[in-house]
């Protein structure tokens, strides 16, 4: 995540950088989808109100000294502080997609620009609503939450400007500024809240389906929730409400039991950050706990955090501060940040596939090493005299290496994005070559037995009707469409043997939805219910559970457990983890489907023995 403090020499709180380092942990773990850290997206959050704070102290402190800001040098600053690094880490990005990833070069074209422009946010929120989305490289996905900084960093400075202007006319309003901007943060959260909810219109969980319009532009609704500037805005406005009221460095010493108050709130607060990080132990439907306070309960405890990390007389925590390795981490944390997310995802191929714990560590420890050297040799250097003055203090033959080498890789990656041809995954292809010809149930047709499914089912349409089974799938499909559909039919008497349900991959499955549709199904002499895999899914066991928990209920229901079968041999699912392998994968699957239709009533097929 992008370093925040824009000068130094100015401001230097080094329990920042090791809140930064503590953060970064968490965010890799996050997007390493290890075991731990699974709902780490509250860190973003928390780089945004640690930017709120240090950038209005850095802009403040400008205007009390000098009089006014210096827009131009804070702007230098910044490109100084960013650019370099981003645009290294950019052109390596393309020119390892154009050595091994080919198939990743046509998308980064319009990514790199929208990166390069800080606008990643709003390219997510309108082009990341595609189903595969999930399943595919996006190595720099991980931009959009430096966009969000660098809007506010283009927008707060001004806004300072005009705080400090009323401040002149009108001293006694100052405050009741920082109030002011604590309210705005609250209408951040309400939009964030608004947004999540008025696509939840069926009941369903499944919000990255659920319609959304701006401006006539149909966007994600579950990425406007997380990645828009409006629901985001709250993180950077509370700390910058922060700093009206927290200057450390200025105020005097306080009593022993203030300060053992602030270590005390300061170790509970860590303890909070690992509690919300790991919502998936509490709650199965994390994006609401998000939006329906879970942010906001972010937003205070990185307050407190900022307080007991930059309070001198710490005790406990001061033991925290102090630590070299964190600071250093914190140091480094803009590259470390910018460099993780591509090498993971060209390790694990998708977003969603956790990375062994031995694996994450090695990244860490040579990402760590990379970071340090880029942070001595080029983004240090830059930052301080620019980059025509770094290169004049090189010798002429090592100038001459580095502006040859840098342009080279530069054009290289320039012409790699230019030439790059659309191509298509095997995985893509497999779901094209199916696309059009599942023509499900027509009305008043009657059949022995009907799949309903999605993309899954979809791909066993040729297996299906080898054995008089009708497929009804629908790509992205929903568990309550599929479930009315099956409803639908059992109720007009068109099945007339056996309904196979595999949906609920993309949301979540409450005992209330599957009961609904079993009751409306007790007709049909045999309802069998896959259970589902997923890997590193927060929703997963609690799904399989539901749905195994219908065979005790129904006599009619048998559970294919599909889950138990995969978990004992990974192979038979495709390398996105959510789609069958063709050949063994769909014989065994089918072997499965066959036991549980001969299966008796109220029974789990666990096996295919």
Not at 232 to 261: D, H, S
Not at 305 to 324: D, Y
Not at 504 to 516: C, K
Not at 586 to 601: C, D, F, Q, S
């Amino acid at each position: 995540m992008a370093e925040t403090n824009a000068r130094p020499e100015r401001l230097y709180l080094p329990g920042i950088d090791a809140m930064r380092g503590i953060v970064v942990i968490i965010g890799m773990l996050f997007h390493a989808n290890y075991t731990l850290f699974k709902t780490g997206l509250f860190f973003v959050d928390v780089f945004g109100v640690l930017s709120g704070y240090l950038i209005t102290r850095v802009l403040l402190g400008e205007r009390l000294l000098t009089g006014k800001i210096n827009y131009r040098k804070f702007y230098l600053a910044r490109a100084r502080r960013l650019l370099p690094v981003l645009f290294a880490t950019l052109v390596a990005v393309i020119l390892y997609a154009r050595a091994f990833e080919p198939k990743a070069l046509w998308d980064l074209r319009i990514q790199t620009l929208a990166a390069v422009g800080y606008v990643y946010n709003w390219y997510a929120i309108f082009s990341g609503g595609d189903y595969f989305s999930s399943y595919e490289i996006i190595p720099i996905q991980h931009i959009w939450s430096l966009s969000l900084e660098e809007q506010f960093y283009a927008i707060w400075p001004l806004a300072v400007a005009a705080i400090a202007a009323v401040a002149v006319k009108a001293p006694r309003s100052v405050k009741y500024i920082p109030y002011g901007l604590l309210v705005l943060a609250l209408g951040s959260a309400w939009a964030s809240w608004a947004i999540y909810h008025g696509g939840d219109t069926t009941g369903s969980t499944d919000m990255m389906r659920a319609p959304l319009e701006v401006f006539g532009f149909e966007g994600n609704r579950l990425l406007m929730t997380y990645m828009s500037t409006v629901t985001r805005a709250g993180g950077f406005l509370v700390g910058a409400a922060l700093a009206f009221w927290w200057q450390p460095e200025l105020r005097k010493n306080t009593r022993p039991w203030v300060n053992r108050t602030v270590d005390v709130a300061g170790l509970i607060s860590l303890a909070a950050v690992f509690v919300l990080t790991n919502l998936q132990w509490f709650t199965p439907n994390v994006h609401a706990a998000v939006v329906n306070g879970g942010a906001i309960g972010v937003w205070v405890i990185c307050a407190v955090l900022i307080v007991a990390f930059t309070k001198v007389e710490s005790t406990w925590l001061h033991f925290l501060v102090t630590r070299k390795p964190l600071i250093r981490l914190g140091v480094v944390s803009y590259a470390l940040y910018l460099f993780h997310w591509p090498v993971m995802q060209f390790y694990r191929k998708y977003p969603f596939k956790p990375i062994p714990l031995a694996v994450v560590l090695a990244f860490f420890a040579g990402l760590w090493v990379v970071a340090e050297f880029s942070q001595k040799y080029f983004e240090r250097p830059i930052r301080r005299v620019g980059v025509t003055a770094w290169l004049k203090s090189m010798k002429p033959a090592t100038r001459k290496v580095v502006v040859s080498a840098s342009a080279a890789l530069t054009l290289a990656a320039a012409a790699s994005l230019i030439t790059a041809e659309r191509t298509e995954d095997a995985l893509r292809e497999q779901l094209d070559s199916v696309a059009g010809e599942v023509d499900g149930v027509a009305e008043d047709e009657m059949v022995s037995g009907v799949a309903i499914g999605d993309s899954i089912t979809a791909l066993l349409d040729k297996e299906y009707a080898e054995r008089g089974i009708v497929v009804d799938a629908v790509f992205a499909r929903s568990f309550a469409e599929g479930s009315e559909l099956a409803a639908y039919l059992a109720e007009r008497g068109q099945v007339s043997e056996v309904i196979i349900v595999h949906l609920g991959t993309n949301e979540e499955l409450t005992l209330e939805a599957l009961r609904s549709m079993a009751d409306r199904t007790t007709g049909v002499e045999r309802v069998v219910l896959v259970t589902l895999w997923r890997e590193g899914w927060n929703l997963l066991e609690a799904n399989n559970a539901n749905l195994r928990s219908m065979a005790a209920e129904y006599p009619n229901v048998v559970v294919a457990d599909w889950n138990r079968i995969v978990t004992a041999d990974p192979s038979l699912m495709m390398r996105d983890g959510i789609h069958i392998a063709q050949g063994a994968g769909h014989e065994a699957y089918m072997r499965m489907v066959e036991k549980a239709l001969a299966a008796p009533g109220g029974t789990i097929v666990e096996d295919l023995s």
